[in-house]
């Protein structure tokens, strides 16, 4: 795989004041290690040539196992920081499983988070941070769904009051992005307050078929609703990227490698 698409959304807000420049938004997910052009160069010209406002990582930059290398997303993401772009990063289910398991991966974790912060990366572990730009007020959360709900017999309910147990709630005159990899629970994220949030994870359903979308999920759940690309509820809005990389079942059918685009306009 060494091309990737570019996919643009756009968003409407009436928090954001009428007649204030829009927004732009980077979202970057699953990308486990890969890399286009030498040291990543194809991709942060792209991402530079859209001017972002912030960078937004909704987790799984690198892949979990003890004989793999995180260098390559640790370099990207120090270069996105070296343009001055600020880069929130939310972890997904590979980052939380080192955390999870140091006796499996030992300090793998430490090391790596470590290299994030000291490039100035924003990394959010179950925490929120205010943001500010173009008269917008805005908190950014990091999410990290508890590993029971990424088990492919998964059967635990979830609801918006886990985020309430993690977060409180939302302050209602503020924009609330979410970084949340997994996408299936948007239903809740929404309920809870997040205007938007943003995912992965699902890898576009793998192979998706024209007209109808995403076969499977990672849990092997068929047609998974929320698959890729722009959902709304109750005037909320999700964006799930179909991830810049693969691993374990390394194909995509009509199924491109995805780096998200996310225009924020004043509502009209």
């Given at each position: 795989?060494?091309k990737?698409?570019?996919?643009?959304?756009?968003?409407n807000?009436?928090k954001?004041?009428?007649?204030?420049?829009?927004?732009?938004?980077?979202?970057?997910?699953?990308?486990?290690?890969?890399?286009?052009?030498?040291?990543?160069r194809?991709?942060?010209?792209?991402?530079?040539?859209?001017?972002?406002?912030?960078?937004?990582?909704?987790?799984?930059m690198?892949?979990?196992?003890?004989e793999?290398?995180?260098?390559?997303?640790?370099?990207?993401?120090?270069?996105?920081?070296?343009?001055?772009?600020?880069?929130?990063?939310?972890?997904g289910?590979?980052?939380?499983?080192?955390?999870?398991?140091?006796?499996?991966?030992?300090?793998?974790?430490?090391?790596?988070?470590?290299?994030?912060?000291d490039?100035?990366?924003?990394l959010?572990?179950?925490?929120?941070i205010p943001?500010?730009?173009?008269?917008?007020?805005?908190?950014?959360?990091?999410?990290?769904?508890?590993w029971?709900?990424?088990?492919?017999?998964?059967?635990?309910?979830?609801?918006?009051?886990?985020?309430?147990r993690?977060?409180?709630?939302?302050?209602?005159?503020s924009?609330?992005?979410?970084?949340?990899?997994?996408?299936?629970?948007?239903?809740d994220?929404a309920?809870w307050?997040?205007?938007?949030?943003?995912?992965?994870?699902?890898?576009?359903g793998i192979?998706?078929?024209?007209?109808?979308?995403?076969?499977?999920?990672?849990q092997?759940?068929?047609?998974?609703?929320?698959?890729?690309?722009?959902?709304?509820?109750?005037?909320?809005?999700?964006?799930?990227?179909?991830?810049?990389?693969?691993?374990?079942?390394?194909?995509?059918?009509?199924?491109?490698?995805?780096?998200s685009?996310?225009?924020?306009?004043?509502?009209?």
């Amino acid at each position: 795989m060494s091309k990737f698409k570019q996919f643009h959304y756009h968003l409407n807000t009436r928090k954001l004041p009428k007649g204030s420049k829009d927004l732009t938004f980077i979202l970057m997910a699953d990308m486990h290690n890969h890399v286009y052009g030498p040291g990543n160069r194809l991709l942060l010209e792209a991402v530079e040539a859209q001017k972002p406002d912030a960078v937004l990582i909704s987790g799984d930059m690198l892949i979990a196992h003890s004989e793999e290398s995180f260098c390559p997303a640790l370099e990207l993401v120090g270069k996105l920081r070296e343009k001055k772009l600020p880069v929130f990063y939310g972890n997904g289910n590979h980052e939380y499983r080192m955390r999870l398991r140091p006796e499996v991966y030992g300090t793998m974790y430490q090391e790596y988070t470590k290299g994030l912060r000291d490039c100035g990366v924003i990394l959010l572990e179950n925490q929120s941070i205010p943001f500010e730009k173009n008269g917008l007020s805005m908190r950014i959360y990091g999410f990290e769904l508890d590993w029971k709900y990424y088990e492919k017999r998964n059967h635990a309910p979830f609801g918006p009051e886990e985020l309430t147990r993690v977060f409180g709630n939302p302050d209602p005159e503020s924009y609330h992005i979410l970084l949340a990899h997994n996408p299936v629970y948007f239903d809740d994220y929404a309920a809870w307050g997040a205007d938007l949030t943003v995912s992965g994870h699902l890898h576009g359903g793998i192979i998706r078929i024209p007209g109808i979308g995403g076969v499977i999920s990672p849990q092997a759940r068929l047609f998974p609703k929320y698959d890729a690309g722009h959902f709304q509820k109750d005037g909320r809005d999700l964006v799930v990227s179909r991830g810049l990389g693969t691993h374990t079942i390394n194909i995509r059918i009509f199924n491109p490698a995805e780096l998200s685009v996310i225009h924020l306009h004043p509502e009209e």
